[in-house]
Nanobody, 118 residues
Framework: QVQLVESGGGLVQPGGSLRLSCVAS????????MGWYRQAPGKQREFVAE??????IYYAEAVKGRFTISKANATAVYLQMNSLKPEDTAVYSC?????????????WGKGTLVTVSS
C-alpha cells in the first residue's frame, strides 16, 4: 500500500557527511512513525533512528551525536549523517509505521548503499 524510495547514498571518506532522504507515496492512511535501519555485510539489520508523528526522536547508541533524523514534510524524512566511520558502511533502509491504530514498522524501502572508506 505504501511505497518508500530512499536516496542519497554513496561513497564517502571517513569523517565525511551524507544526507539520506526517504519519500513515502501510495495509499497512505496514516504515518505514525518513520525511521531508518541499516544492514552491513554479514551483520543483522539494526535500528538507526526514528521520528514519530508526535515529534519523539530515538537514536541507536552507535549514531548518537553524529546522525540527525528530521521530517522534510508529512511523508518524507531525512537522515543527516556526519562524522562517518567505516563501521557505518551498510545498506540503509527507510521504514514506516503506516497502519491505523497498530504500532510497528510495516513497510520498507529497498535501501540505499552507504560506503565509508578511504
Amino acid at each position: 500500500q505504501v511505497q518508500l524510495v530512499e536516496s542519497g547514498g554513496g561513497l564517502v571518506q571517513p569523517g565525511g557527511s551524507l544526507r539520506l532522504s526517504c519519500v513515502a507515496s501510495g495509499n497512505i492512511f496514516s504515518l505514525n512513525a518513520m525511521g531508518w535501519y541499516r544492514q552491513a555485510p554479514g551483520k543483522q539489520r539494526e535500528f538507526v533512528a526514528e521520528i514519530t508523528a508526535g515529534g519523539n526522536i530515538y537514536y541507536a547508541e552507535a549514531v548518537k551525536g553524529r546522525f540527525t533524523i528530521s521530517k522534510a514534510n508529512a511523508t518524507a524524512v531525512y537522515l543527516q549523517m556526519n562524522s562517518l566511520k567505516p563501521e557505518d558502511t551498510a545498506v540503509y533502509s527507510c521504514a514506516v509505521d503506516s497502519r491505523p491504530a497498530i504500532r510497528g514498522f510495516d513497510s520498507w524501502g529497498k535501501g540505499t548503499l552507504v560506503t565509508v572508506s578511504s
